[in-house]
T-cell receptor
Framework: DAGVIQSPRHEVTEMGQEVTLRCKPI?????LFWYRQTMMRGLELLIY????????DSGMPEDRFSAKMPNASFSTLKIQPSEPRDSAVYFC????????????FGDGTRLSIL | QKEVEQNSGPLSVPEGAIASLNCTYS??????FFWYRQYSGKSPELIMF????GDKEDGRFTAQLNKASQYVSLLIRDSQPSDSATYLC???????FGAGTRLTVKP
């Protein structure tokens, strides 16, 4: 079991640039989650997918954020254009189910927008 | 908005003492509850889960659930400096986490 794999581990870019974060969930997990963590707001759920379909995107902060899951083994979170306030650690997690199944987290992407 | 509330701490206990971490939730229909530990600079990792009222023990850790009062707690017995971390409570019906409680165990 390779675990949830995220890339890149660190990203530093200038304001206004497009940022793409990537995630490979654990094979066989039907649910994929994107979280953002900051000191001020803690761990926030941005969006989650079930069988590649977005189920709840109410946590996506604004239209600059978008997420896709083209297949069961890959998801992206895109920010365009990026702003300094987007600086945070972004975690991807996967789970075999919800309402009773724990989530397995990737190592996160530390994003800094200058 | 369904809420998961935790005391952000920091909570400081001496080595060998019992650390008590608490979490309250707003959704009465919640069925599953999880405690994650997060070391600084690392990702959250699951340490305990509980579904039924009462206590669940796993080694030095005990999770306690009281659905009538809508709280779940985590007790860490014989606390060790290696337990120093942020502890996150999660209510899995809506996949949301509390803000976390930062625990420091002093040698």
């Amino acid at each position: 079991d390779a675990g949830v794999i995220q890339s890149p581990r660190h990203e530093v870019t200038e304001m206004g640039q497009e940022v793409t974060l990537r995630c490979k969930p654990i094979s066989g997990h039907d649910y994929l989650f994107w979280y953002r963590q900051t000191m001020m707001r803690g761990l926030e759920l941005l969006i989650y997918f079930n069988n590649n379909v977005p189920i709840d995107d109410s946590g996506m902060p604004e239209d600059r954020f978008s997420a896709k899951m083209p297949n069961a083994s890959f998801s992206t979170l895109k920010i365009q254009p990026s702003e300094p306030r987007d600086s945070a650690v972004y975690f991807c997690a996967s789970s075999p189910g919800v309402g009773g199944q724990p989530q397995h987290f990737g190592d996160g992407t530390r994003l800094s927008i200058l | 908005q369904k809420e998961v509330e935790q005391n952000s701490g920091p909570l400081s206990v001496p080595e060998g003492a019992i650390a008590s971490l608490n979490c309250t939730y707003s959704d009465r229909g919640s069925q599953s509850f999880f405690w994650y530990r997060q070391y600084s600079g690392k990702s959250p990792e699951l340490i305990m889960f509980i579904y039924s009222n009462g206590d669940k023990e796993d080694g030095r850790f005990t999770a306690q659930l009281n659905k009538a009062s809508q709280y779940v707690s985590l007790l860490i017995r014989d606390s060790q400096p290696s337990d120093s971390a942020t502890y996150l409570c999660a209510v899995n019906n809506d996949m949301r986490f509390g803000a976390g409680t930062r625990l420091t165990v002093k040698p």
